[in-house]
């Protein structure tokens, strides 16, 4: 009887969550739910203004109060050299301000007390002088040849300059300028805005003095990278020291980094020799943890008049923060800007990137994003909808002339990267059906009599996902790998841990389901545990979409592991040789004999029961994974938009995803995927957004300010599929988590703008808002950068 | 949430109450709904010594319409009672629409219409409509009762012409000559987010015929502004394009908009306009688009 692999919860299966258990129940056991005894609490005081020197700080009155035992400054850090901390960009951060402080929110003192609320009392009697100085809130500040110095504690830093980074053929493409027919440009700029996941930051800290060993419990995308750091930072030996990532309550890569409060926790639990709690408020995540974006664009393409994009420029100008803290694993200043076009095929093109330091929040995490692909994807399809237009060609049209077509993999972009596998016109075809693309300009034409302005926007790329491979892709030296440990109970149940560490992205059912798909063990009977640093082998952890690409990968190739020694019991218990052995899902049988047969489970009884002679026992295995290249899956997502001409404000019609993900473990979760990232790049399109003021004051430190969409703005998604499995990957599969987030926000701005052409309008930057949609449609200028503006309402 | 020490108290008789207030001496606030007042608690924006919650006072939750018309609304009245109330979408249209569009479902359960109108925030879609519809508050206090009409209740942002020791008990809406029309819009970026433009438009008419008009704007201006001048362009006159532009330039001329990150100063006066003209053309006879 063969097993049904649906029936099972193998591959394909859209099992129910198992984690969705205990959080829809609330139960799950986040790092602010554990409570040890002798627990204190930590608060830190954040510097209230973006620039300053620090003239004096006075801890005397929060020292005086009951409760409090112990105030810390930079100072004090300094005295043990944790003042600064190494960045994942190479460059330091503050831990706690010494000298000056760079940006509202900076953490300046710490209070430790008995409770929370005494150390944020303390924090109040805590007396800061600072001597302000000019605050420098975007890159053209920065530049100024007379703006101060934000980062004068570097030796050898010449200006706000980070750095200046090329890639790509100049000569080359300077070339193909010259031959265009015609040259297409645009100006954008892709602001700032900030994961915000739903549980904040946060850590507990507990150094036994007696054992010489700290357990760390953390909310981290990554707790194999936290120990590593904290051996380095903190001068602790590897083997004494544990981290532990509890439930995540959401991610999107602001739980990659290490933050100053974990560093703070860790020496106030060695200097007070208890447990030190702090969990981060809300508002202290908006303005102090590893924001998304803020990057501005100078795109050029060099067309041929039958449409053939001939070459590209790009050059950026990114905002980074008073530290260089981007968390990213390439060697690519920029991160992965240069996967931009991946998706069409183009002779030749060059890219110029600057980062500068200014007085804002640091640390350019990869927000549902791998590293800055989002940028690179929406810069990509502003400038192809923009050529189209500046050709007079149709944009779907524009596209199909100029993508790689299906037979051309694997192939090289002019960036350099490798695609391998794709059907990018199938897609769009999909798409283009979908929402009905050749009746669109009869449907603005009624519209128009009704007073509506209709606009219809594309957007197709392919990104690349799951880093790395070893050869480009380390942190800290470390290697993108991830890995996998199975150990198979003598009842046949098992226990899978990973590197990985889901963050409510459903690692507790899929995993189980790739081993269900490998092994035909039921995935109800396996157990997957991941986050604990003692228990785990080690992983580079979760983002970058790399969990399915790396992790699940490691956890196919164990389960192939734990196959072929069972197939060794299986021709022991059946009395032939291995080679008579054949397998079906679940069970081994004697060639040309099928029903003389085992099945997995009786072999893990024998594993442990009635081993083979000169067998070890036991049924495990760990397996290390070194993906050879990135996953490449392919997005098209078309919008149609109404807009309110005397309001500006607009509405989706309807929208329309096309994903190719390669191979889908668990379908239900994938669609999910899709559909809360494209919630993500609605908001991004449309309300969000986290900017300064002239002063340096953030506008965003609230959920007031700074705009999550609900149910009940959200449009609702339809989501369609193409397979095309990942020639590389060991069951096909492609990352997908961050494909909406990243091909998203373009398909609304080009919908938006396309209902705005007939005015001359080529841009609007998002948030498209409603008074910039107004002010586009009214003057006919395009609505371009994010001057600072006031605060208040 | 961590605020700063407070005491509690929960009273179960309005003469306690003002009782606590009074001997509290100013540094007590009352807690009804809490949606306004409990995130300020949290970011310590207020820090009262006391806090006395009015929830356990029975008979301060009511809707009704005396014999003539007069409405009156209870102090503990959750925007939700009156967005779900058929007695307020059949009698009452300017409230009817703007509690659908007060904060978002959630705030709504708990929070309260007297409360949001004594907060006073320039940002509240209450303070504006009650201003519109020319209501008066109820106050209640050690030495009895005294009505403050709207136009002298709200004082500024966030404050409201109540002493102390007084609590406001309810709202009143005088009853209309013929019948209440109106609307409410509210121009915001999300739901929930503080208005970019909020425009209350209450309206008396008999037939045809307007008898009174009130006009009212909130997010525009650093308090909520008071546009019933702008009846003069109505008062006796019927709903046509003429008056309704007339009346729509009125109004928005008394918006105090400025630049922000939510638009232009311009941008708000022009959604003012626009959002007049529109609940102005849904109540003529014209319906025009």
């Known amino acids: 009887m063969k097993l049904d692999e649906v029936k099972i919860g193998g591959m394909g299966a859209s099992r129910k969550r198992v984690e969705d258990n205990r959080f829809i129940r609330g139960k799950g056991n986040y790092v602010d739910d554990i409570v040890l005894p002798g627990m204190l609490h930590m608060e830190i005081l954040r510097s209230p203004v973006a620039h300053a020197r620090i003239k004096s700080i006075d801890t005397s009155a929060a020292w005086d109060m009951p409760g409090v035992r112990l105030v810390l400054t930079g100072e004090m850090m300094a005295a043990r050299n944790l003042a600064w901390m190494p960045t994942l960009s190479y460059d330091t951060a503050a831990v706690l301000a010494t000298d000056k402080v760079r940006f509202q929110g900076q953490e300046v003192c710490a209070v430790i007390a008995d409770d929370p609320y005494i150390a944020k009392d303390a924090c109040g009697k805590i007396v800061v002088d600072y001597e302000i100085l000019p605050p420098i809130v975007n890159p053209v500040q920065a530049a100024a040849a007379d703006a101060i110095q934000i980062r004068d504690d570097k030796a050898g830093q010449v200006g706000n300059k980070i750095f200046d980074w090329e890639i790509g053929d100049k000569a080359r493409t300077d070339k193909a300028f010259e031959d265009a027919d015609l040259v297409s440009k645009i100006e954008l700029h892709y602001p700032r805005t900030h994961p915000s996941p739903m549980e904040t930051c946060g850590s507990i800290a507990d150094y036994d003095r007696a054992t010489g060993k700290l357990t760390f419990y953390v909310t981290s995308q990554a707790p194999h990278i936290v120990r590593a750091a904290v051996a380095m930072v903190a001068e602790l030996p590897e083997q004494n020291i544990r981290v532990i990532s509890p439930d995540i309550g959401g991610g999107f890569g602001n739980k990659v980094p290490i933050y100053s409060g974990y560093v703070i926790a860790i020496l106030a639990s060695i200097l007070t020799e208890k447990p030190v709690k702090w969990i981060e408020d809300k508002t202290g995540n908006l303005v102090s943890t590893g924001f998304g974006r803020d990057v501005y664009l100078k795109g050029e393409m060099a067309l041929r008049k039958d449409g053939k994009i001939l070459g590209v420029r790009m050059n950026t100008i990114s905002d980074h923060g008073a530290f260089f803290a981007d968390a990213q694993p390439s060697k690519f200043k920029i991160g992965l800007m240069h996967s931009a076009f991946a998706a069409y095929d183009i002779p030749t093109a060059h890219m110029f990137a600057t980062g500068y330091y200014t007085n804002k929040a640091p640390g350019g995490v990869a927000y549902r994003c791998s590293f800055r692909v989002t940028e690179a994807m929406f810069f990509q399809e502003r400038m192809v909808q923009a050529a189209a237009d500046d050709l007079g060609m149709d944009q779907a049209e524009f596209r199909r002339v100029n993508f790689v077509k299906d037979e051309q993999h694997p192939h090289r972009t002019a960036f350099g990267f490798l695609t391998d596998s794709g059907q990018y016109e199938k897609c769009l075809d999909i798409g283009l059906e979908a929402i009905n693309y050749k009746n669109f300009e009869a449907e603005r034409a009624e519209a128009a009599k009704r007073g509506r302005l209709l606009g219809i926007g594309i957007s197709t790329m392919t990104e690349p996902l799951g880093a790395g491979n070893s050869r480009e892709y380390d942190i800290l030296g470390i290697k993108m790998f991830d890995s996998a440990e199975l150990r198979i109970h003598m009842s046949g149940k098992a226990i899978l841990r990973t590197g990985s560490r889901g963050q409510g992205t459903g690692h507790e059912t899929t995993w189980a389901q790739i081993v269900a798909h490998e092994l035909g063990i039921p995935a109800d009977d396996i157990l997957v545990e991941e986050g604990d640093t003692d228990t785990a082998p080690f992983g580079m952890g979760t983002y970058a979409s790399r969990s399915t690409p790396v992790a699940g990968a490691a956890i196919a190739m164990v389960a192939r592991k734990i196959r072929a020694k069972a197939r060794k019991i299986a021709a022991h218990l059946l009395e032939v040789s291995e080679e008579d052995i054949e397998w079906e899902l679940g069970r081994f049988y004697v060639r040309g004999n099928e029903s003389r047969g085992v099945t997995i489970q009786d072999c893990a009884m024998a594993a442990y029961s009635n081993m083979p002679d000169g067998m070890e026992p036991g049924l495990e295995n760990t397996a290390y994974y070194d993906p050879p290249n990135l996953t490449w899956p392919f997005a098209c997502y078309i919008a149609k938009v109404e807009i309110d001409p005397e309001t500006g404000v607009w509405d989706v019609l309807q929208f329309v995803a096309v994903d190719d993900c390669g191979v889908r473990i668990n379908p239900m979760i994938v669609e999910g995927q899709i559909m809360g990232g494209l919630t993500e790049a609605y908001a991004m399109a449309n309300m969000q957004y986290q900017t300064y003021d002239e002063e340096g004051n953030i506008i965003g430190g609230n959920y007031m300010d700074f705009l999550l969409p609900t149910a009940w703005e959200t449009p609702g998604f339809e989501l369609y599929e193409v397979v095309t499995p990942c020639p590389h990957h060991p069951i096909g599969a492609k990352g997908v988590g961050e494909c909406a987030t990243v091909g998203g926000p373009a398909a609304f701005v080009n919908a938006v703008v396309n209902a705005l052409k007939h005015k001359g309008v080529r841009n609007i930057d998002m948030p498209m808002m409603p008074n910039r949609v107004y002010e586009a449609l009214t003057t006919g200028k395009d609505i371009y950068g994010m001057p600072p503006v006031r605060s208040g309402n | ?289």
């Open chain 2, 1 to 289: 949430m961590y605020p700063s020490r407070f005491a509690y108290e929960s009273p179960k008789t309005l003469k306690d109450a003002i009782g606590l207030l009074d001997a509290a001496g100013g540094d007590a606030k009352i807690l009804a709904g809490g949606q306004s007042l409990v995130p300020m608690l949290k970011l310590r924006f207020a820090f009262p010594d006391q806090l006395v919650d009015i929830n356990n006072i029975p008979d301060l939750d009511y809707i009704t319409f005396d014999a003539d018309g007069t409405l009156r609304i209870g102090a503990l009245v959750r925007h939700e009672h009156l967005e779900k109330s058929a007695e307020i979408a059949k009698r009452q249209p300017t409230i009817a629409a703007a509690a659908p569009l007060v904060a978002d479902p959630i705030v709504r359960t708990r929070g309260t219409f007297v409360g949001s109108v004594c907060h006073a925030d320039p940002q509240g879609d209450w303070a504006a409509t009650m201003i519109a519809l020319g209501g008066y508050i109820v106050a209640q206090g050690p030495k009895g009762k005294r009505k403050i009409d709207m136009k002298d209740f709200v004082l500024g942002p966030y404050a409201n012409a109540l002493a102390f020791n007084e609590i406001a008990v309810e709202a009143v809406i005088p009853a209309p000559k013929g019948v209440a029309r109106g609307g409410y819009l509210k121009l915001e970026r999300r739901v929930g987010d503080f208005a970019t433009a909020s425009v209350a438009v209450a309206l008396d008419m008999q037939g045809e015929t307007v008898v009174g008009a009130g006009f009212a704007l909130a997010g525009v201006g650093g308090k909520t502004i008071d546009a019933n001048d702008a009846a003069s362009a109505l008062i006796g006159k019927k709903l046509t394009e003429e008056t309704i532009a007339e009346c729509a330039a009125l109004v928005a001329a008394k918006a105090e908009p400025r630049t922000d990150h939510r638009g232009s100063s311009e941008y708000k006066r022009h959604i003012v306009a626009t959002f007049v003209k529109r609940i102005l053309t849904a109540n003529s006879t014209q319906k025009a688009a």
